[in-house]
C-alpha cells in the first residue's frame, strides 16, 4: 500500500527500513523523502515507526535473562 503518494513510497519500503536500523522520521526522510511535501503520510509513518519499536521492546522484555536465577 502506498504510504507516501508524493513519492511513491510504500509501507513494505518503510518497515524494509525500519528493519534495517532506520528508527526515525528525519531518518525516514532522508533516506525515502517521505513527510517532506504534503505531509499527509507523517501519521502512517509515525505509527508505523511505534509498532516497530513496541515490537522490539515486547522481544527485550520477553527475551531478557532471568537474573534471579543467575543469583541462587
Given at each position: 500500500m ?10 513494505t519500503?518503510?518497515?524494509r527500513?525500519i ?6 522520521r528525519?531518518?525516514?526522510?532522508k533516506c ?5 511535501d504534503?505531509g ?5 509513518v509515525?505509527e508505523?515507526?511505534?509498532n516497530?519499536?513496541?515490537s ?13 536465577i543467575?543469583?541462587?
Open positions: 502506498y504510504v507516501c503518494v508524493c513519492k511513491a513510497v510504500t509501507d519500503q518503510i518497515k527500513a528493519s534495517e536500523g532506520v528508527c526515525s528525519r531518518e525516514l526522510f525515502l523523502g517521505v513527510g517532506g504534503c499527509k503520510c507523517n501519521p502512517h509515525k508505523l515507526l511505534s516497530h519499536e513496541q522490539c521492546n515486547q522481544y527485550l522484555m520477553q527475551n531478557q535473562p532471568n537474573h534471579s543467575l543469583a541462587a
